[in-house]
């Protein structure tokens, strides 16, 4: 083995074929090749050629489970006239999608909440993996990489996330991260929004040193990697501002001080209406909107809708090691035809509950259900994301929304407790009237 690492050291050329990468991470590519000597492919035409009129001693595939073009790439290659003394398929196995979540009590104290798998993360992140002509993904792509460019440039780098509800901001994050030399540190998710919290706290000194500490603590935990801020406009003035403080403070760019290599924060947008009218902090929105990336809804690309949802069935169905499904011609034209209100989320619940109800490989319209379902194989944040949806749909009538879901009450009540959610989640207001 130590005779073969030399000689792959020391010579030949070595033809690298995987996923499009972002710039600047061709360099932190850990191989023990000597320098100039790798030619990277991510068109598998265009490795094939390279190939036939090339001599490589080496052919190495990044064989990530969601990059197909590999296997046929590979299956070329055993047969094809080339004189490579080695042929390698390599397994990607260091990238983690799995987030720390962490949420917010009613005294502003962010409290650990577990590890999540966010099921869409891995079937959206392959719709970046080439060159797509779905016009959503490209726009959002295009965006990715001008942040990148932009981030580059900058000691301490800080990102506004804003777009409506469902636009995947969550998933985005987390590509980031694992798309970048942070794959190997920590994700932390911090939802800034309490369901239980009513009115603005009044903060006294014992409150505010409280509140440090747990931003402390989420930079701690995120230290090198990643930390995102879910819906920060939800914080109050008071949070708002004490965290533009700890962001642009003068303390954490001390070695020994931890903190996170990105800080992601988001928001459904409307904030800077929010400051007009001192709901929110005017500090902390000038300091977020110097990098703003605003993701789109899906309305604004409706000719997009049926082969996004093509395409999330067929990673979908690699990502859970099942057959490859299709949609009949009537299932895609009800596709197209519905309004996606909770966007790429929206497409993904559906896409993915009629994954797991249809046994065979045919989806036809009969297995499409627009309403929140709660799958088995939903990650806790999942259920939350699902129950809120049902509950906001029933305007706070639980016995509704446990029709919308297709539960009894009973089962309702008893899912809301075991995921800590209030009971007087949107509980409609009642207002006096005198006569």
């Known amino acids: 083995m130590k005779a073969e690492n030399e000689g792959v050291a020391n010579g030949g050329r070595v ?16 191989m023990p090749f000597k320098e100039g000597c790798m030619d990277y492919f991510s068109d598998a035409e265009e490795a094939k050629k390279a190939m036939i009129e090339n001599n490589y001693q080496f052919i190495l595939a990044d064989y990530t489970v969601l990059y197909t073009p590999t296997i046929e790439l590979l299956n070329w290659a055993r047969t094809a006239p080339q004189n490579a003394s080695a042929i390698c398929a390599m397994l990607q196995t260091h990238i983690a999608v799995s987030a720390s979540m962490w949420k917010l009590d009613s005294h502003h104290t962010f409290l650990y909440d577990g590890i999540s798998l966010d099921a869409m993360t891995l079937p959206m992140s392959a719709l970046f993996h080439s060159r ?23 000691a301490r780098k800080l990102v506004f996330l804003v777009g409506e509800a469902g636009t995947a901001k969550f998933t985005l994050a987390q590509i980031a991260h694992f798309r970048s030399h942070r794959r190997t540190y920590p994700f932390v998710f911090a939802n800034c929004k309490n369901s239980e919290q009513k009115i603005d706290l009044l903060w006294d000194d014992m409150d505010v040193v409280k509140f440090r500490k747990s931003i402390e603590t989420l930079f701690r935990e995120a230290d090198k990697g990643t930390l995102y801020l879910h819906q920060v406009d939800k914080l109050d003035l008071e949070a708002q501002n004490i965290l533009a403080e700890m962001l642009q403070s003068d303390k954490y760019d001390k070695p ?12 459904r947008g409307g ?21 703003t990336m605003r993701i789109p809804p899906l309305s604004e690309y409706r000719e997009d809708i049926a082969v996004l949802a093509e395409k999330m069935l067929h990673n979908y169905c690699i990502s859970r090691k099942k057959e490859p499904q299709f949609f009949t011609k009537k ?6 035809e ?12 559906v896409v993915k509950h009629a994954s ?20 088995m194989n939903d990650t806790d944040s999942d259920k939350r994301h699902k129950i809120r949806k049902a509950i906001k749909d029933a305007k706070g009538k639980k016995n509704k929304a446990a029709e919308i879901l297709g539960v009894s009450p009973k089962t309702l009540y008893a899912w809301m407790h075991k995921l800590g959610m209030s009971l007087d989640l949107y509980k409609p207001k009642h207002t006096n009237s005198k006569i």
């Open 15 to 30: 033809l690298v074929f995987g996923p499009p990468l972002l710039e600047g991470e061709s360099e932190s590519l850990n």
């Open 132 to 154: 797509t002509p779905l016009k959503w993904i490209a726009h959002v792509q295009s965006m990715f990489y001008m942040m990148r460019r932009e981030m580059d440039k900058q």
């Open 256 to 267: 020994d001080e931890p903190f996170p290599d990105l800080v992601i924060c988001s928001s």
């Open 271 to 291: 904030m800077a209406e929010s400051v007009q009218c001192k709901r929110s902090s005017r500090h902390l929105f000038n300091l977020l909107s110097r990098h």
């Open 331 to 336: 299932a895609l034209e009800i596709i197209s």
């Open 338 to 349: 519905h309004p996606w209100s909770h966007n790429i989320r929206e497409v993904f619940d």
């Open 356 to 375: 797991e109800l249809v046994s065979g490989i045919k989806i036809s319209e009969r297995y499409l259900s627009f309403k929140p379902h709660v799958e």
